[in-house]
C-alpha cells in the first residue's frame, strides 16, 4: 500500500514570497490532516478536514496561511506571505476516518525562509 | 487533554531492551495512550496504542499501570535502526481525537 505522498521534499524562500506543498493521502483515507513542525518540537497540528470539509482550524494562522482539499483527496497548503518563523517541516498525515484510527504521516516538506 | 511527561534523551545498548517511560498522571477513562516515533528527516511512524490492557505488536510492547498514571514502551532487542525520537501521547475523544505531541524522549542505540 502507497503512504502519504508530500511534495516538494525541501524548499528555501525568502521572507514575503509565497510557497505551496502538496499533499497526496493514502487512497481511501477521508481524514487529512497538516502539521507544523519546528526544530526540537513535536509536530503542532494546523488543519483537519474530512473529505472536503474543514473539521479544525484554530490553529491554523489564516492571516497568512490556507489550506484547501479539493474534491476530497489531494490537498495543498499555502503561506503568503511567509516569514522567517514559518521555517519547519510542514507534514500531512492521513487516516480512513476522523475518530480513533490510526494516522499516518508522510515524509514532510522542509522549509526554509531567509 | 491530558499531558505527559518523558525523559528528554536516553541510550541504549544495540540488542538489548529499550524501556522508555512516560508519565501522564491526569489521564482521563476514556483516553489511549499512542506512541509514534520519528527517526531523522522522516516523518512520525505509529508503533502501538492502548487504553487499559498490556498490547504488544511486532514492533513493541506496550505496559500500562493498573493506574493508568504512567505507561512503559518497550523495543525488546534494539537495533541502531531505533535511534528516533519516541513520542508518548494521549489521545482524548473529548479534544476530537487530535494527537498533541510533546518533545519526546531521544533515544540512541550504542553499537
Known amino acids: 500500500?502507497?503512504?502519504?505522498?508530500?511534495?516538494?521534499?525541501?524548499?528555501?524562500?525568502?521572507?514575503?514570497?509565497?510557497?505551496?506543498?502538496?499533499?497526496?493521502?493514502?487512497?481511501?483515507?477521508?481524514?487529512?490532516?497538516?502539521?507544523?513542525?519546528?526544530?526540537?518540537?513535536?509536530?503542532?497540528?494546523?488543519?483537519?478536514?474530512?473529505?472536503?470539509?474543514?473539521?479544525?482550524?484554530?490553529?491554523?494562522?489564516?492571516?497568512?496561511?490556507?489550506?484547501?482539499?479539493?474534491?476530497?483527496?489531494?490537498?495543498?497548503?499555502?503561506?503568503?506571505?511567509?516569514?522567517?518563523?514559518?521555517s519547519a517541516v510542514y507534514l500531512c498525515a492521513s487516516s480512513l476516518g476522523g475518530g480513533m484510527e490510526t494516522q499516518y504521516f508522510g515524509p514532510g516538506t522542509r522549509l526554509l525562509v531567509l | 487533554d491530558a499531558k505527559t511527561t518523558q525523559p528528554p534523551s536516553m541510550?541504549?545498548?544495540?540488542?538489548r531492551a529499550a524501556n522508555l517511560p512516560c508519565n501522564h498522571s491526569t489521564i482521563s477513562g476514556n483516553e489511549y495512550v499512542y506512541w509514534y516515533r520519528q527517526i531523522h528527516s522522516q516523518g512520525p511512524q505509529y508503533i502501538i496504542h492502548g487504553l487499559k490492557n498490556n498490547e504488544t505488536n511486532e514492533m513493541a510492547s506496550l505496559i500500562i499501570?493498573?493506574?493508568?498514571?504512567?505507561?512503559?514502551?518497550?523495543?525488546?532487542?534494539?537495533?541502531?535502526?531505533?535511534?528516533?525520537?519516541?513520542?508518548?501521547?494521549?489521545?482524548?475523544?473529548?479534544t476530537g481525537n487530535q494527537f498533541y505531541f510533546g518533545t519526546g524522549t531521544s533515544l540512541t542505540v550504542i553499537p
Open chain 2, 65 to 94: 499501570t493498573e493506574d493508568r498514571k504512567s505507561s512503559t514502551l518497550i523495543l525488546p532487542h534494539a537495533t541502531l535502526r531505533d535511534t528516533a525520537v519516541y513520542y508518548c501521547i494521549v489521545r482524548s475523544p473529548n
Open chain 2, 11 to 15: 541510550d541504549c545498548a544495540e540488542g
Open chain 1, 1 to 86: 500500500e502507497a503512504g502519504v505522498a508530500q511534495s516538494p521534499r525541501y524548499k528555501i524562500i525568502e521572507k514575503r514570497q509565497s510557497v505551496a506543498f502538496w499533499c497526496n493521502p493514502i487512497s481511501g483515507h477521508a481524514t487529512l490532516y497538516w502539521y507544523q513542525q519546528i526544530l526540537g518540537q513535536g509536530p503542532k497540528l494546523l488543519i483537519q478536514f474530512q473529505n472536503n470539509g474543514v473539521v479544525d482550524d484554530s490553529q491554523l494562522p489564516k492571516d497568512r496561511f490556507s489550506a484547501e482539499r479539493l474534491k476530497g483527496v489531494d490537498s495543498t497548503l499555502k503561506i503568503q506571505p511567509a516569514k522567517l518563523e514559518d
